[in-house]
């Protein structure tokens, strides 16, 4: 779907221990622009997650395809990097977020989060953003997202933290957690019930049911949607006309309207790891994982 970016500069490969710090070497058989002036962007063999400068805006892709973008630890804190730098970036103005192949994201790397989440989560230390924007520090600059295709948990959590969000009329939302026996940890239950209502968004997290993109649109949650084949070029047209505008007055209108929602949600999202780390630990979550495996329909027990 997407066509490939002739310019991409990628994030390395953290250490598996999740407070490590990024490498701080550059790959020079890796192409570049002389323009970009992220610093000391590290690269990695493995892509997870790459960072593209156009201009006055920068796209960042999650590019795990062969297994529909779910996200691990390490692409996770990628991701945190890359927020950071564009955040910090005085020259950058917008940023679009992206997925590579068929689909937006199917979520979670469950087994890859596996150990962390029954441990309280993936610890963000200095020079990452949080993309689930449930711990300070938060974006202060404008934040676009493009989904298409799988767009489950997880990833769907990702898209509510944008300020501006494109679906591709081909986009299958989930939040599906409570299917498996887990729960959705990673803000859902706080921003899905502000931005679509509290029915609309219980219709969907309670019964484990995906919903379309117009259906989406319907309640609020997304603002354009395009054919799959223009929903990025969609979100990039919206990028160019934020970074036109004046940065100081983009920012400062940022900051005034979060001071309507971020006091109300910030309580919530701040007891959202705990809760998942304690289901993570629990019989159900065993027999959802099983199931899943077995290809059978799981037996809960409330345990």
Known sequence: MHRLFRTILVFSALSLSIGSAFAQSVDTTQPHSSEVTLV?????????????RRG???LIGINRPNIQNRLDPEAYLALAKAYYDYDHDPSLRAAVLFGYGDNFSQGVDVEGFKAVASSGGVTLGDGLIDPLGKKMPLLTKPLIVAVHGDTWNLAHELFLVADIRVAANNTDFGQDENTHGRFPGGGSTVRFVREAGWGNAMRYILTG??????EAYRMGTVQ??????SALDK????ANKIAANGPLGIKASLVTAHRVIDPVQAEALSGLDTQRAA???????QEGRKAEAEGRTPVYQGK
């Open 56 to 58: 006055k805006i920068v």
């Open 235 to 238: 979100a990039i047209e919206l």
């Open 224 to 229: 354009e949607i395009p054919d799959p084949q």
């Open 209 to 214: 049911d995906h919903w379309t993109a117009r």
């Open 279 to 285: 289901l993570y630990k629990s019989e159900d979550f």
């Open 40 to 52: 000391d962007i590290p690269v990695s063999p493995s892509h997870k997650i790459t960072v593209e």
